[in-house]
């Protein structure tokens, strides 16, 4: 399973960025991708996920309402649309899936995340 993240770099508080996660080498097609970041001295923190099919969409109460979580099926890619950004959503974005859940209801914790990418660094800051 490969998983490859794009898109990160440094913008103003206020700005916006998209990040993208392509994914590739996996058959299963039930599980939940998701979006986590890893602030320098903190523990990582589960930002977003959504299902395979696009049917649940979760986010943390901190970026709720100011992140949009969305997938395109034919491209196997996940995409993070980050708005109203601020110096606090400094982090290291990393794409996961977790692939051993029995269904939607079997939302995962950030350790239960199967694959990681690499991830991608986001800085906000003027």
């Known amino acids: 399973v490969q998983l490859l993240e794009s898109g990160g770099g440094l913008v103003q508080p206020g700005g916006s960025l998209t990040l993208s996660c392509a994914a590739s080498?996996?058959?299963?097609?039930?599980?939940?991708q998701s979006w986590i970041r890893q602030a320098p001295g903190k523990e990582r923190e589960w930002v977003a996920s959504i299902y395979s099919d696009g049917s649940n969409i979760y986010y943390a109460n901190s970026v709720k309402g100011r992140f949009t979580i969305s997938r395109d099926s034919a491209k196997n890619t996940v995409y993070l649309q980050m708005n109203s950004l601020k110096s606090e959503d400094t982090a290291r974005y990393y794409c996961a899936i977790y692939s051993s859940g029995r269904g939607t209801w079997d939302f995962p914790t950030v350790n239960e995340h199967d694959y990681w990418g690499q991830g991608t660094q986001v800085t906000v800051s003027s």
């Open positions: 080498g996996f058959t299963f097609t039930k599980y939940y």
